[in-house]
């Protein structure tokens, strides 16, 4: 059973940087393959932040490219999300997902980021 745990989260300012870290436990191998980073606040819908794709290359929201930087450590099993020059917009619950396939994919269970002044 693949469990994802995420962490880091917390409080910043504007113009601040965090780093969230994703431990992936459990499953028989570990790749950073379709598994990334997702973000929700109330009342909309999950919606991507940075991942990395069936290829392993990452990918980024448009509102995060140039500011967040998505890596992965294989001897960790763990990725990681920095986040740079944080803003007001950034205020959420940020998710782990990975994506075995379109209907087979494990959840964190969050963790919140406020960017407040």
């Known amino acids: 059973q693949v469990q994802l745990v995420e962490s880091g989260g917390g409080s910043a300012q504007p113009g601040g940087s965090l780093r969230l870290s994703c431990l992936v436990s459990?499953?028989?191998?570990?790749?950073?393959?379709?598994l990334g980073w997702f973000r929700q606040t109330p009342g909309n819908q999950r919606e991507l932040v940075a991942t990395?794709?069936?290829?392993?290359?990452?990918k980024y929201a448009e509102s995060v490219k140039g500011r967040f930087l998505i890596s992965g450590d294989y001897s960790k099993k763990t990725i990681y999300l920095e986040m740079d020059n944080l803003k007001l917009e950034d205020t959420a619950v940020y998710y782990c997902?990975?994506?075995?396939?379109?209907?087979?994919?494990?959840w964190g269970q969050g963790t919140q980021v406020t960017v407040s002044s």
């Open positions: 459990g499953g028989a191998v570990f790749t950073i393959f379709n």
């Open positions: 997902k990975k994506e075995f396939t379109p209907s087979q994919t494990v």
């Open positions: 990395f794709t069936s290829s392993g290359l990452p």
